[in-house]
């Protein structure tokens, strides 16, 4: 078997990392090695800021139009590449082949595409002091920046950081999971061919204490835009704080999902179903805490597991495959760890819970049944921390005081969901969960110009439409005396 060596992508080529180092590159649905990651380090990152540095004059004054131009003709380099971009995603992922091309693909597209616009519509603001002065904003862009993504939405999340940064006019060192580098690694070519300036756009890849701290940590990187979990983010922070770079961090969460006797029964377990398993439990905008009321509880427990018992994993590669493989053997076994935790801690595991064996290509790959537990106090550790993975908890609740107080109960604080036909409710609940995004009656339903991310340990700072814009330039007020 030929492995697939992948290489950096700086000042407009490909290139071997400077010290020779590899990662192995595991597909998750075999357990088998199929390529290799550079592992770059302080080298490789001195040669893609030279190139940024060269690259970044003529980016920053370059007509918003001719950007804009670029910016989408990579969407639509994107869009031309999908089967293919699709296939190295479920491959190297382990998610259903159906999930990429329907999902994480277009989406990478609509992000070069909302940001190519975005670019050309971005204002800023005056201020008139009556008859004395008035004051204008300028909003320019900070020079070079990072963009680090994680490995569960790889090329989704990886343009979603890099769009709105040379939307702004900055050159970009991003570094994509060193888990899932595959399709980061096409979009350099995809760039090259759009025409977007050598240097402009730099891929590096690594690992976080290799490349990811050398980057974040060169003077020459203004601001940090990174995806993943919390216990990095704040490891990041607290390297950066004494540096006062700019900073987001889009983090964990552990999202409840507030269910009412008066919600459309059906959809709403259609909905809540897809939320807490699509793609095998790994977004981190997944329901893992289900607050039910108990006059339906039963009933929708019971439909839960009808549908958690047929959803069998699968090859990822397969046209009606519905659900993948997690994404590693350590994630695996972490989230199984999880489950051991929640039968020690009192839960009852009400389906799931096992390693699924597949027969044929993937008899080694990592696949968990959908999973389900009952049982646990809202303080146990599986309502508290984080699993990503296709496990979730269901807990009764008998008032909307009480489901609010269980669903608020917790360190994180990224998104929530209502299930109710009550819009009064709804309303006075949305104002009073303690999360960044609350949608009703529906999930993962985005309008890109919304603002992005969460409270407390769920993240600094927001992503986003005008929200992404701002993070990637610096104000600077002018005030003209008349």
Known sequence: MTLDV?????????????????????????????GQVPNSDDADVEKAISAAQRALPAWQTMPLEQRADILYAIAKGIEARLAELALAEATDNGKPVTLATNVDIPRAASNFKFFAHACTQFASESHNMASTAVNYTLRQPLGIVACISPWNLPLYLFTWKI?????????????????????????????????????VLNILHGSGTSAGSAICNHPEVKAVSFTGGTATGAA??????????????????KNPALIFADCDFEQTVEEVFRASFANQGQICLCASRLYIERSIYEKFKQALIAKAKALQPADPLLADTQMGALVSKPHMEKVMHFIDLAREEGGNVLVGGEQVQLA?????????????????????????????GPVITLQPF????????????????????????N????????????????????????????????????????????????????????????
């Open 6 to 34: 992948l290489a950096n992508f700086i000042d407009g080529q490909y290139c071997p990392p400077v010290n020779g180092h590899y990662i192995d590159n595991i597909e998750p649905a075999t357990g088998q090695v199929y």
């Open 163 to 199: 769009a709105p940064a040379l939307a702004a006019g900055n050159c970009v060192i991003a570094k994509p999971s060193e888990v899932t580098p595959k399709t980061a690694a096409m979009l350099g070519e995809i760039c090259h061919v759009a025409g977007l300036p050598a240097g």
């Open 236 to 253: 990041i922070a607290s390297q950066l704080a004494p540096k006062f770079k700019k900073l987001s961090l889009e983090l964990g969460g």
């Open 360 to 388: 044929g290509r993937c008899e080694n790959g990592y696949f968990l049944q959908p999973t389900i537990i009952e049982g646990l106090a809202n303080s146990a550790t599986c309502n508290q921390q984080e699993i990503f």
């Open 398 to 421: 008998d008032s909307d005081e009480e489901g609010l107080a269980l669903a608020n109960d917790s360190q994180y604080g990224l998104a929530s969901t209502i299930w109710t036909t």
């Open 423 to 482: 819009l009064s409710r709804a309303h006075r609940l949305s104002e009073r969960l303690n999360t960044g995004i609350v949608w009703i009656n529906c999930w993962l339903l985005r309008d890109l110009r919304t603002p992005f991310g969460g409270m407390n340990h769920s993240g600094v700072g927001r992503e986003g439409g005008e929200e992404a814009m701002r993070f990637f330039t610096e104000p600077k007020n002018v005030c003209v005396k008349y």
